[in-house]
């Protein structure tokens, strides 16, 4: 499975968020662009779309910057997903041909079993500072 840089660089900013999610605290997005190395400008696109999909809340003005909207424990990777790379978890399988509807039928399978896998993993998670780089799926 290949991953986009959106999503790498959206794992790495909520993981960021919810090392430093403490009560109403917020980074800048300056912190946020150089401790990930993330483009400025291409970050703030990013937490703009995280922000609509209910990830991220922000607050303006000089003390302002941006904050998991949630707990990090209650974001799951699906739901990053769901947000950024939406394509990403679809399903599009025709039924054309004689083994069309075997193959779709596979196809919901592996879908269903990715998306169950995806549940299984949190922003928390991800933001573990020992990261062993070791998931059970």
């Given at each position: 499975m290949k991953a986009s840089l959106k999503?790498?660089?959206s794992l790495?900013?909520?993981a960021q968020l919810a090392r430093r999610n403490?009560?109403?605290?917020v980074t800048r997005i300056?912190?946020?662009a150089k401790l990930?190395?993330?483009?400025?400008?291409y970050l703030v696109q990013l937490l703009n779309?995280?922000?609509e999909g209910g990830l991220v809340d922000s607050r303006r003005g000089k003390?302002?910057?941006y904050r998991l909207a949630r707990n990090a424990e209650d974001i799951s990777i699906k739901q990053v997903l769901e947000v950024v790379e939406p394509d990403l978890i679809s399903t599009k399988i025709t039924l054309k041909g004689n083994s069309g509807p075997q193959v779709a039928s596979l196809w919901r399978e592996l879908s269903k079993r990715f998306e169950k896998s995806m549940n299984g993993f949190t922003v928390a998670q991800l933001a573990q500072s020992e990261a062993s780089g070791d998931w059970e799926i």
């Open positions: 999503l790498e660089y790495r900013v909520l403490k009560g109403n605290t300056e912190e946020l990930e190395a993330i483009p400025q400008n779309e995280l922000r003390a302002g910057g």
